[in-house]
């Protein structure tokens, strides 16, 4: 049995790995860290001789990771959806434990089946969970690497899930050679990193030649810096609608489309209007074609109360509209309250939650011209496939309107940014993010961010992009990769082991 020194030595080991995992998370110029910061949890489990010191290993590494990383979600539950400070403490625990079940997961079939040849059988592991373990505000380890953007070009054949499974392996390889001094599995791992380098050494050129080639427009984004109390106060709406007017005028005589963040206008359009009256039209003076944040209501047949809508208008000047989207994924405690209508009472507990409805497919918005946008709001340049669907039907540029005002001066806004920068690559498209007080920018499709205006300050962006029209392996395919590493763990997992199998310790 393990003497209390060596326990107490595993348990740090495992939280070292949680922490580690954290902080290229919470700074990006620490990126160096995730191809090493796990490897001390990895440690810890070759120790392990039970599948409890499992359990408990994986929750010290998750909630050392999950606590820090996503801290911000207190003050978000507080001010986004009106939660006591107290409810919100409790229910961002909960949250955490729950992310945590994600390292505990892991630990628990790490354990189960061992490192594995060649230290494989934890990046096999690992992917499935980052593919199908929910999270509100999903991360993969590959999400880190933000400033690391010739690694990342994988991602048009894999999604991030390609470039995390060598980063796992990696480390795995490195506790490999810590505890058993094995070479093989480095020397494995680092020709899978020269591979994806390679990938991208090659991928590179070819893309800045599809880009040369390619149409022009020019874009004109748009940050008013509007804070959370005045864009939610109708005294402030007037007032605020106005900073827009003042930074679009000397902008829009110079660019094809003005962009707007989300919910800008709060006037209230009728799904199926052909155009916007005079009351509704959000900028009199509109020179060029406007898109911007608003909200719509649509009565459905046989249904007395009007559905509402968050939703994203294309106008000419004139106010007709050109095409509108209506978001699909409607965010908790914000736009709709999780088990409400269950449990109606507990709208008392958050009274700044919405009452809307998610909109029932994608679609693109299209200028004149040959652009058309894929109008995602908000949360859904997280997630991958709404992105994606858009580019299958067409669209050539990506475009978010969001808010992230909520996070307030927080990591929270660049990590949302670090996830949705793979939209771009993943794609191979220019990726516009406009928000209402930052941060505001342009992503090129190797997924660097080229404009960024700062958190909370009025700006404009005024930038020349390029329409692509490639299809790339991952807009066709998906998480082909993700799910064909999911079946390789499953039959991993279920292979019989020998009854007497020893327990997996230090010496593996």
Same mark, same amino acid.
């Given at each position: 049995?393990?003497?209390?020194?060596?326990?107490?030595?595993?348990?740090?080991?495992?939280?070292? /790995?949680?922490?580690?995992?954290?902080?290229?998370?919470?700074?990006?110029?620490?990126?160096?860290?995730?191809?090493?910061?796990?490897?001390? %949890?990895?440690?810890?489990?070759?120790?392990?001789?039970? =599948?409890?010191?499992?359990?408990?290993?994986?929750?010290?590494?998750?909630?050392?990771?999950?606590?820090?990383a996503f801290i911000w979600l207190m003050h978000t539950m507080?001010?986004?959806?009106?939660?006591?400070?107290?409810?919100?403490?409790? #229910?961002?625990?909960?949250?955490?434990?729950?992310? +945590?079940?994600?390292?505990?997961?892991?630990?628990?079939?790490?354990?189960?089946?061992?490192?594995?040849?060649?230290?494989?059988?934890?990046?096999?592991?690992?992917?499935?969970?980052?593919?199908?373990?929910?999270?509100?505000?999903?991360?993969?380890?590959? !999400?880190?690497?933000?400033?690391?953007?010739?690694?990342?070009?994988?991602?048009?054949?894999?999604?991030?899930?390609?470039?995390?499974? $060598?980063?796992?392996?990696? !480390?795995?390889?490195?506790?490999?050679?810590?505890?058993?001094?094995? *070479?093989?599995?480095?020397?494995?791992?680092?020709?899978?990193?020269?591979?994806?380098?390679?990938?991208?050494?090659?991928?590179?050129?070819?893309?800045? +030649?599809?880009?040369? +080639?390619?149409?022009?427009?020019?874009?004109?984004? $748009?940050?008013?810096?509007?804070?959370?109390?005045?864009?939610?106060?109708?005294?402030?709406?007037?007032?605020?609608?106005?900073?827009?007017?003042? %930074?679009?005028?000397?902008?829009?005589?110079?660019?094809?489309?003005?962009?707007?963040?989300?919910?800008?206008?709060?006037?209230? $359009?009728? @799904?199926?209007?052909? =155009?916007?009256?005079?009351?509704?039209?959000?900028?009199?003076?509109?020179?060029?074609?406007?898109?911007? @944040?608003?909200?719509?209501?649509?009565?459905?047949?046989?249904?007395?109360?009007? =559905?509402?809508?968050?939703?994203?208008?294309?106008? &000419?000047?004139?106010?007709?509209?050109?095409?509108?989207? !209506?978001?699909?994924?409607?965010?908790?405690?914000?736009?709709?309250?999780?088990?409400?209508?269950?449990?109606?009472?507990?709208?008392?507990?958050?009274?700044?939650?919405?009452?809307?409805?998610?909109?029932?497919?994608?679609?693109?918005? &299209?200028?004149?011209?040959?652009?058309?946008?894929?109008?995602?709001?908000?949360?859904?340049?997280?997630?991958?496939?709404?992105?994606?669907?858009?580019?299958?039907?067409?669209? !050539?540029?990506?475009?978010?309107?969001?808010?992230?005002?909520?996070?307030? &001066?927080?990591?929270?806004?660049?990590?949302?940014? +670090?996830?949705? $920068? *793979?939209?771009?690559?993943?794609?191979?498209?220019?990726?516009?993010?406009?928000?209402?007080? @930052? &941060?505001? /920018?342009?992503?090129?499709?190797?997924?660097?961010?080229?404009? =960024?205006?700062? %958190?909370?300050?009025?700006?404009?962006?005024?930038?020349?992009?390029?329409?692509?029209?490639?299809?790339? #392996?991952?807009?066709?395919?998906?998480?082909?990769?993700? *799910?064909?590493?999911?079946?390789?763990?499953?039959?991993?997992?279920?292979?019989?082991?020998?009854v007497n199998r020893e327990p997996w310790t230090e010496n593996?």
């Amino acid at each position: 049995m393990p003497s209390a020194r060596d326990r107490a030595v595993t348990y740090l080991l495992a939280a070292a /790995g949680g922490l580690l995992a954290a902080l290229p998370w919470l700074n990006f110029s620490l990126y160096p860290l995730a191809w090493i910061g796990f490897a001390p %949890l990895l440690v810890a489990l070759r120790r392990a001789t039970t =599948r409890r010191d499992a359990i408990a290993l994986g929750l010290v590494a998750g909630m050392v990771c999950n606590v820090p990383a996503f801290i911000w979600l207190m003050h978000t539950m507080n001010v986004f959806g009106g939660f006591p400070t107290v409810v919100s403490g409790f #229910f961002y625990l909960c949250l955490s434990l729950y992310s +945590a079940c994600q390292f505990v997961l892991f630990s628990v079939a790490l354990f189960r089946v061992g490192p594995g040849p060649l230290a494989l059988s934890a990046p096999l592991l690992w992917i499935p969970l980052e593919l199908l373990f929910w999270n509100l505000f999903p991360w993969r380890m590959a !999400n880190s690497q933000l400033e690391l953007p010739l690694v990342m070009q994988v991602g048009d054949l894999t999604g991030p899930y390609g470039l995390s499974f $060598v980063i796992v392996w990696t !480390n795995a390889a490195l506790a490999a050679l810590w505890s058993e001094k094995r *070479w093989a599995p480095l020397v494995a791992s680092s020709a899978a990193v020269l591979t994806v380098v390679g990938y991208g050494l090659v991928r590179w050129p070819q893309i800045e +030649a599809e880009v040369a +080639a390619s149409p022009a427009l020019r874009v004109g984004l $748009v940050q008013g810096n509007v804070g959370i109390r005045e864009k939610g106060n109708a005294a402030y709406f007037e007032i605020n609608i106005g900073k827009y007017h003042a %930074l679009s005028r000397p902008l829009q005589n110079r660019v094809d489309v003005l962009v707007w963040p989300e919910t800008v206008s709060h006037e209230w $359009v009728e @799904g199926s209007a052909p =155009r916007l009256n005079a009351q509704q039209h959000p900028f009199a003076d509109l020179e060029t074609h406007l898109l911007f @944040g608003g909200l719509a209501y649509q009565y459905a047949d046989g249904e007395e109360e009007a =559905r509402r809508y968050n939703s994203a208008f294309l106008i &000419d000047p004139a106010g007709a509209i050109l095409g509108r989207y !209506n978001k699909q994924i409607l965010l908790p405690f914000g736009e709709f309250l999780p088990f409400s209508s269950w449990l109606p009472w507990i709208k008392d507990l958050s009274p700044n939650s919405g009452d809307f409805s998610a909109g029932d497919g994608a679609n693109t918005l &299209d200028l004149p011209s040959a652009a058309r946008l894929a109008p995602l709001v908000c949360y859904e340049d997280v997630p991958s496939g709404i992105a994606r669907e858009m580019t299958a039907i067409g669209a !050539n540029v990506l475009l978010t309107i969001f808010n992230d005002a909520w996070f307030g &001066d927080s990591m929270a806004p660049y990590q949302h940014e +670090a996830i949705a $920068v *793979w939209r771009a690559i993943e794609n191979r498209r220019f990726f516009l993010r406009v928000g209402n007080a @930052g &941060d505001t /920018g342009v992503v090129d499709p190797f997924g660097r961010v080229v404009e =960024r205006l700062p %958190l909370f300050v009025e700006g404009t962006v005024e930038r020349e992009i390029r329409l692509l029209e490639t299809r790339t #392996f991952y807009t066709k395919y998906g998480d082909v990769f993700a *799910w064909a590493v999911t079946g390789l763990a499953a039959a991993l997992l279920i292979w019989p082991r020998p009854v007497n199998r020893e327990p997996w310790t230090e010496n593996g």
